[in-house]
């Protein structure tokens, strides 16, 4: 198995444009966490789901920030309008219902907005 | 809710030294435990876990075991490499929960030659 996938690895944008991260879980999982990394706040979860159901959205900054899972195999992390505060390592997680199994993460999307 | 508590880093080392990382939890019933880690540049990766009270998680001479009695899972190694530098996390999912893990603050190991 491949693990999770994301892309891109590294994304520069402008202030105001719109930003999209992208995530492949690994087969067979039913549950994908998108978090944020930063210096200052740490690891922040911003959304998760369940078979493709956002089951938790609390974690989203503001309405700029929106998340899909339109199937198993794929979600989408965007951002509308970027802000320089956005700039982070978003990571991408992907989980099963087994018991105890933990998450396998990601490489990470590094998002700088200038 | 759920919380982890993480020593505070930086810590340094020198190549050799025994490395002892506090973490210790509070949670609802009966949670699995995690040790995750970060090197520069990438992403979190799974180190070691355990289900159940006095489990010991082992992996790349890496322990942790698992104490109820004192709510810790102190990640430990007898003789740290200067490829250990990196970000530990420690982590738990609670029992029943919907399988949210909640982390630590995370603590920077740097392993000097």
């Known amino acids: 198995d491949a693990g999770v996938i994301q892309s891109p690895r590294h994304e520069v944008t402008e202030m105001g444009q719109e930003v999209t991260l992208r995530c492949k879980p690994i087969s067979g999982h039913d549950y994908l966490f998108w978090y944020r990394q930063t210096m200052m706040r740490g690891l922040e979860l911003l959304i998760y789901f369940n078979n493709n159901v956002p089951i938790d959205d609390s974690g989203m900054p503001e309405d700029r920030f929106s998340a899909k899972m339109p199937n198993a195999s794929f979600s989408t992390l965007k951002i509308q309008p970027s802000e320089p505060r956005d700039s982070a390592v978003y990571f991408c997680a992907s989980s099963t219902q087994t018991a105890n199994y933990g998450y396998t993460f990601g490489s990470g999307t590094r998002l700088t907005v200038v | ?113």
């Open chain 2, 1 to 113: 809710g759920d919380s982890v508590t993480q020593m505070e880093g930086p810590v340094t080392l020198s190549e050799e030294a025994f490395l002892t990382i506090n973490c210790t939890y509070t949670a609802t019933g009966y949670p699995s435990l995690f040790w995750y880690v970060q090197y520069p540049g990438e992403g979190l990766q799974l180190l070691l876990k355990a289900t159940k009270a006095d489990d010991k998680g082992s992996n790349k001479g890496f322990e942790a075991t698992y104490r109820k009695e004192t709510t810790s899972f102190h990640l430990e190694k007898g003789s740290v490499q200067v490829s250990d530098s990196a970000v530990y996390f420690c982590a738990l999912v609670s029992s029943g929960s919907a399988r949210q893990l909640t982390f630590g603050s995370g603590t920077q190991l740097t392993v000097l030659p």
